[in-house]
């Protein structure tokens, strides 16, 4: 899967994107400008060490990323969008386009594509969720339809304890 940042402002969010990107095997891209350097130790620290287990792109500008991938087929996110997430049967390759945290996506883009446009049900009042966390949310139920290829679906315990747990006593 592909995961596309439209002009992201929060390195934060950036970074929490970055390590579900890691945790899923995802690629990453992001259009500029952006809200922080790509040095942000903010950015980094909400990635953890994740960053080396995978893959970034930075464009100059969203054409750039269309003329890169010409065939991709892509789903924008939006709280304007006319249909739920849950509506849509994702495939490997897919892209989903998120825009930035103020603004989300530009009007004049998604008037162009909404047929492909997509949203997460909220309350009426509610504007939207926070970046990292819809990206989280799409991007694992377009996993969840793939069977979660090449994820491991089970853990195991490590045997490690911690001692100052205060829950110990009540189990």
């Not at 991007?139 to 679906?153: C, P, T, V, W």
Request: aromatic content about 12%.
């Amino acid at each position: 899967m592909h995961i596309v940042l439209y002009q992201p402002e929060i390195p934060q969010n950036t970074g929490n994107i970055a390590r579900t990107c890691a945790a899923t095997g995802s690629t990453l891209h992001l259009i500029k400008p952006l809200g922080f350097e790509l040095s942000d130790k903010y950015l980094k620290r909400a990635g953890l060490d994740y960053w080396h287990m995978m893959q970034y792109r930075v464009y100059e500008n969203f054409e750039e990323l269309l003329q890169t991938y010409p065939n991709a087929r892509m789903h924008f996110l939006s709280t304007k969008a006319p249909r739920g997430y849950t509506s849509v049967q994702y495939q490997p390759d897919d892209f989903l386009v998120f825009g930035c945290e103020t603004r989300g996506l530009p009007e004049s883009l998604l008037s162009r594509v909404y047929d492909r446009c997509v949203r997460i049900p909220m309350v009426p009042d509610a504007r939207s969720l926070n970046l990292s966390n819809s990206v989280a949310i799409v991007l694992y139920e377009a996993l969840r339809q793939q069977g979660f290829e090449s994820l491991l679906a089970q853990g195991q315990l490590t045997g490690r304890e911690d001692e100052s747990a205060p829950w110990m006593d009540y189990v």
